[in-house]
């Protein structure tokens, strides 16, 4: 059974395709057609089924958040047309699970964006698909025992003969039956290494099950990736008999500690264990299955050789301190001793407002908008208290803040439609950081939002040459003057399949626009090409605006 990727997309198309039976309003606009035209190779594909998905701030589609969806089949001769669409962004995308999109790099968001405008009908969005290969293989022990429900992973080579960037753990992931036989399909033709078990070098903190876990082994029985078997993948073939005598289980280690407050020394009860995997490019994130005890003890058990980093965390709730770290190495045996400190923190709390308006619905918006705190010295957020939604009545609190110069700003994601920060305010006047002091209490803080109803509709034109397959285009907006690498952008979303691209609920001013363009590159030397420009947005219309993505190719970052 396939695990995670192939099945946020499942779950996403179930989560929203009931919402395509609801009637449409007139404020929905949805007059817009997308139709074209799915094929294997040649060949018209019938009975494929092409999803239409109202897309979120970003070009993200999350599922279960409501997005308008409507769907079509293909024909006998693969066409498709979907109609009654709403007007804005919306992601395309054609569900084949044995077929592949040639230069297909995002799974969790696949498709094409399709920027439309009302009343728009967008034709020849096609899609090309290819049959996708197969792997199929049986897992043993190193007694010739059948594993059972045991991860089993298909890493894709790059043209240098290494891992792909996209071919890690979280990918291509999938687990064997009750015979201990996996069957991976729809893979895209290539090269491959095939895998089974756990290995902390790809960044996996795993909890070991009764007598350890299996350590990671390649086809046929090599631990070492050097000294692993190619399997060759082609369009429509079937590996087969591609066995895996995996290692014998390993003993998961242990790591236990104390967390204590950093000032008195006392034990510090009932946080949890946050810990990740530090070595070299690994990220990963685990937690403990218990708070600290009441002499603020915590045991963290199956843990893999690796180097950690291990903080606390208040689960739910307000707290008002933040965690240090501490590092440590797993090598051949239990871990003991750790010891983590809490220490006060400062916070932060005032109202937020939309500068202008009184219209309760747009007020209520708010209480949707995630707040955070970025600290200057510490990118990373050890507390899930230091960041926080705005209260229903407009009132926010964010404690357990690290001290230091920090800045207060907004998530992009799942920002309501029409409202953005405009600026933060103390005592009259505008701040754009924050000074914190260990046990201070800054009151009196308000956010200035504002809501508009104008938008940017725009075009990129590439020249010096063609995108590769699977290249994505991103525009980002800030504010003039604002420095893209202190905060978010205001918003951003993705360039469609036209060249096109839609920014909905800005107010009046001057912006900068920055579009981008990346996709996979394998030796990642090469620096992404980019292109800005300054617009201005007056009242509430529509601005149309023309960019030049100069994609010619470029010095290498490490010749330079």
Request: proline share 4%.
């Amino acid at each position: 059974m396939r695990t995670a990727l192939k099945l946020v997309w499942v779950i996403l198309v179930l989560s929203v395709i009931p919402i395509a039976t609801q009637a449409q309003t007139a404020a929905n606009k949805a007059t817009g057609v997308i139709a074209g035209r799915v094929t294997v190779g040649t060949d018209g594909a019938p009975g494929i089924e092409v999803i239409a998905v109202k897309q979120e701030t970003g070009g993200m589609v999350i599922a279960g958040s409501g997005a308008q969806t409507c769907t079509a089949t293909t024909d006998a001769e693969g066409r498709y047309r979907i109609t009654n669409l709403p007007a804005g962004s919306l992601r395309v995308s054609a569900y084949a699970p044995a077929h592949v999109t040639p230069g297909e790099r995002n799974s969790f968001n696949p498709g094409k964006t399709v920027n439309l405008a009302e009343g728009e009908t967008a034709e020849s969005v096609d899609f090309t698909m290819t049959r996708g290969g197969v792997v199929t293989g049986k897992v043993t022990d190193e007694d010739g025992r059948l594993v059972i429900e045991e991860q089993v992973t298909a890493h894709k080579l790059d043209q240098n003969g290494k891992r792909a960037a996209n071919s890690g753990p979280s990918f291509s992931q999938w687990q064997t039956d009750d015979r201990g036989v996996y069957r991976i399909y729809g893979l895209e033709p290539g090269r491959y290494l095939i895998s089974a078990g756990a290995s902390s070098d790809d960044g996996m903190v795993r909890v070991g099950r009764a007598g350890g876990t299996y350590r990671r082994t390649f086809h046929t029985e090599a631990a070492e990736e050097e000294r692993a078997k190619i399997i060759e993948v082609t369009a429509g073939g079937e590996a087969e008999s591609i066995d895996i005598k995996i290692a014998r289980a390993s003993k998961g280690y242990a790591a236990s500690g104390r967390v204590i407050d950093g000032d008195t020394d006392k034990p510090v009860v009932g946080v949890m264990i946050g810990y990740g995997i530090t070595k070299g490019n690994s990220s990963s994130f685990g937690m403990g299955n218990a708070g600290t005890n009441s002499r603020g003890e915590f045991r963290l058990e199956g843990l893999s050789p690796n180097t950690y980093n291990a903080y606390a965390m208040m689960i739910g709730g307000e707290s008002d301190s933040y965690s240090d770290s501490v590092k440590f190495d797993v090598a051949n045996g239990d871990i003991s001793g750790l010891e983590i400190k809490m220490y006060r923190g400062a916070s932060t709390s005032g109202t937020a407002i939309v500068e202008g308006v009184k219209d309760p619905a747009i007020l209520a918006t708010l209480s949707k908008v995630r707040l955070q705190v970025q600290n200057s010295g510490n990118s990373t957020t050890m507390m899930g208290s230091n960041g926080g939604q705005i209260t229903p009545g407009g009132t926010f609190k964010l404690g357990g803040l690290r001290p230091g110069k920090s800045r207060l700003s907004v998530n992009t994601f799942n920002m309501p439609k029409g409202v953005s920060l405009l600026r933060i305010e103390r005592d009259g006047a505008e701040v754009k950081e924050f000074e914190l002091v260990a046990g201070e209490a800054i009151t009196g803080v308000r956010l200035i939002f504002a809501y508009g109803n104008a938008s940017i509709a725009g075009r990129v034109e590439v020249k010096g040459g063609t995108l590769p397959p699977g290249a994505r285009m991103t525009v980002y907006i800030h504010h003039e003057g604002d420095d893209p690498q202190k905060g978010p952008p205001l918003k951003f979303a993705e360039v469609g399949s036209r060249g096109q691209f839609l920014l909905e609920g800005l107010t009046a001013g001057n912006y900068k626009l920055t579009v981008s363009a990346y996709w996979a590159d394998p030796d990642r030397s090469r620096k992404m090409p980019r292109a800005e420009q300054i617009v201005m947005v007056a009242g509430e219309g529509r601005q149309e605006v023309s960019m030049i993505l100069d994609i010619t190719p470029q010095q290498k970052e490490n010749d330079k």
